[in-house]
Structure formats: structure tokens, C-alpha cells
């Protein structure tokens, strides 16, 4: 006689935990449990889902069943294949599906990873790796570059003490100009590292305020702003001044983008907050987490440089520093987050994405 369902769910109440969608089967490829993602996305109650046959829920039930005999009888330690997994009244989800045979009690568990969500991982840790990198790069070029420039500053007042001509300590200015624009940017360069994390209580809406004054002070005609919150979002710890500047960051160079529509006055800046649930950030499972789109009417990204958007020194921009969106990503990594952004002519929708309590 099968154990009951509250034995079974004692048993493996472990994989509600987990955001990879999790099946156990009987030696005769029944379900005998499943974790709530699974019922999330199937749309179907662990209780229905008992005793039925799990390959009748993938669109060929064929090579399931062909993998599950493998791991029942321990052909394989481990199958790995990609299927389409049924959902109701929705598209198939593909899957990346994994079978292990359980040795103690010859069950055979079955891990379903979404691979859109693989694809998110993956894409999570590529942006982590290059946000250190970018650190570090950062980090040493700007003080390689600020003790020599110091020197060529220092020289050209030198210099320019001991000219009589106006016309030559024009030159000398030129020089010590140039020389101050640099310092400031690489004071840019190394103020996130600098700059202690101030934490306290955040109100998102509180920031979404504040950017939205600024932007509305340096763009007052042509532009609207929408709001579009969700009041129930709590507040949750983290430094506000940094969240405030990656926002303003990604918002005023979407104002900077919407200058044709500016012009004819029909640009649109939207604020869209929301909250997330069941989300995986690095390899850190959260219940909840806030959604923040920055969205813009513009031109959208070039394909040329989308890829590398939040590369130091990187600009869509004639004239425009490329460092904007590369302290707004390291700002929202402090707070254990990211941002991703999906752009096309007409829309570009950034989206910073940080954990809630």
C-alpha cells in the first residue's frame, strides 16, 4: 500500500523550497509527490497530480517514458533530455528535465529547470562576473591615470608662473582644464568604491519621487511622466542615495534619448513598480522581490551596443561619459540585485530587480 499524502509530504517537503519544478514517481511512473512549483505551473493541486502518470503531462510522452524506464532501472545514475512540459490554457513550458533513481528507496525524482529561467541564471552570472570585472578594471586605471595626471597639472601651473604672454598661458589653461575634467572623471570612476553603503529604511516610491522631480526640474516641456505603483510594496533596508542616483542614472539618459520626441512633445517617461514573487537572484532563492521599470518611448538601444551597455566608458551618446548605467548596475548590486534591460525601436524597458523582505 503506497504511503498517504501527509507521510509523502513530510518526506519530501524539502523540494517546496526549491524553484526548479520537482516530481517523485512510483516504480510505475506514477506520481506519488510533487513540489509546489510544479502545481504552479502545471495549474493543478498536488492531490490531483497523485497517481497519475507523469509522462501524460509532457506534449510526447514518448521519450519520457523512455528515460524514466532508464532510470528505474538504473541504466543511467542520472538522465538529462529538453521537453516541452504541458500547461492549462497556456503555452508548453520547456524544460530541461533531469531523473535520478532514489537508491534507499527506489523511487525515481524528476527535476524540471524552466529554461527561461536557466537562460536567466546563466545571464545573472555573466553580468556578476562582469560587474567585478569592470571593478577591478575600474579600480586600477583610475589610479594609474590619477598620479600621473596629477603631475601634468602641477607642471602646467609651474609652467604658466613663469610666462609673461597671456596668449601662451591660454595654452597652460587648456592644459589644466583638460586636466581637472579628468580628475572629475576619475573621481566618478571611483566613487562607488569609495562611498560608504548608508543603510536604512527604503521607500521605492520615495525614490521614484525624487527622480521624478529632478527630471521633470531639467526637462519641463515635452515630457510625461506616468507613475504607475503598486502601493503595497514594503520598505525594505538599503542606502537611498544610491538607489536614487541608479534610477536618476537610467532615467535622465532615456530623457537624453527622447530628445526627438521632446520635441515634438509627445515623449513618455513611465515608473512601474511591482512585486516579484519566487525569484532567483545570483543563486539566492527570494520569496519576494521589487520590480522597478524605467520605461521610455525613445529610439530604442543600437543593436551595436547593447550587449555591452553597462561597460564602463560605453555610450549610445555623442558626447556622453558611459558611466551612467555602469554605476546604476553597481549601485543595484550592492543591494544584492540587477538590471536588465529589453529595448526595441519605441520602447526600452529597464528593470532593476532587488529582494524584499
Not at 187 to 196: M, S, V, Y
Not at 270 to 298: M, P, S
Request: aromatic share 6%.
Amino acid at each position: 500500500m503506497p504511503p498517504s499524502l501527509p507521510v509523502l509530504a513530510g518526506r519530501f517537503q524539502i523540494f517546496d523550497v526549491l524553484a526548479t519544478l520537482v516530481a517523485v514517481l512510483a516504480d510505475d511512473g506514477s506520481v506519488l509527490y510533487s513540489n509546489s512549483a510544479l502545481e504552479d505551473v502545471l495549474g493543478i493541486s498536488r492531490r490531483q497530480l497523485g497517481g497519475t502518470r507523469f509522462a501524460d503531462y509532457f506534449t510526447d510522452p514518448a521519450p519520457f517514458a523512455r528515460a524514466w524506464s532508464d532510470a528505474s532501472s538504473n541504466t543511467f545514475s542520472a538522465i538529462r533530455y529538453d521537453a516541452l512540459l504541458r500547461r492549462i490554457a497556456t503555452e508548453p513550458m520547456p524544460v530541461h528535465v533531469i531523473l535520478t533513481r532514489s537508491q534507499d528507496s527506489g523511487e525515481v525524482v524528476v527535476e524540471m529547470v524552466p529554461l527561461e529561467q536557466q537562460t536567466r541564471q546563466e545571464r545573472e552570472e555573466r553580468l556578476a562576473e562582469q560587474a567585478q570585472t569592470n571593478k577591478e578594471l575600474i579600480r586600477n586605471l583610475a589610479h594609474e591615470i590619477k598620479n600621473p595626471l596629477g603631475g601634468i597639472r602641477g607642471a602646467a601651473q609651474l609652467l604658466e608662473m613663469e610666462m609673461d604672454s597671456p596668449d601662451l598661458r591660454e595654452y597652460t589653461q587648456v592644459i589644466i582644464r583638460e586636466a581637472d575634467r579628468l580628475q572629475s572623471l576619475v573621481d566618478r570612476l571611483l566613487a562607488p568604491h569609495r562611498k560608504p553603503h548608508v543603510v536604512g529604511d527604503v521607500n521605492i516610491h520615495e525614490v521614484c519621487e525624487r527622480v521624478r522631480s529632478l527630471i521633470l526640474a531639467e526637462f519641463p516641456k515635452g515630457l510625461r511622466v506616468v507613475r504607475d505603483y503598486d502601493t503595497s510594496i514594503p520598505e525594505f533596508r538599503g542606502d537611498i542615495e544610491q538607489l536614487i542616483q541608479a534610477v536618476l542614472n537610467i532615467a535622465h539618459n532615456a530623457c537624453q534619448a527622447l530628445a526627438t520626441r521632446r520635441a515634438a512633445g509627445d515623449a513618455c517617461l513611465t515608473f512601474r513598480t511591482r512585486v516579484a514573487r519566487q525569484i532567483t537572484l545570483g543563486k539566492t532563492r527570494y520569496k519576494l522581490a521589487l520590480e522597478l521599470h524605467v520605461i521610455d518611448n525613445g529610439p530604442g538601444i543600437p543593436d551595436s551596443i547593447k550587449d555591452r551597455i553597462f561597460y564602463p566608458l560605453v555610450s549610445g551618446r555623442e558626447g556622453g561619459s558611459g558611466l551612467g548605467l555602469t554605476l546604476a548596475q553597481t549601485f543595484v548590486q550592492q543591494h544584492h540585485g540587477l538590471i536588465e534591460v529589453d529595448s526595441t525601436p519605441g520602447r526600452t524597458d529597464f528593470t532593476l530587480v532587488i529582494p524584499l523582505p
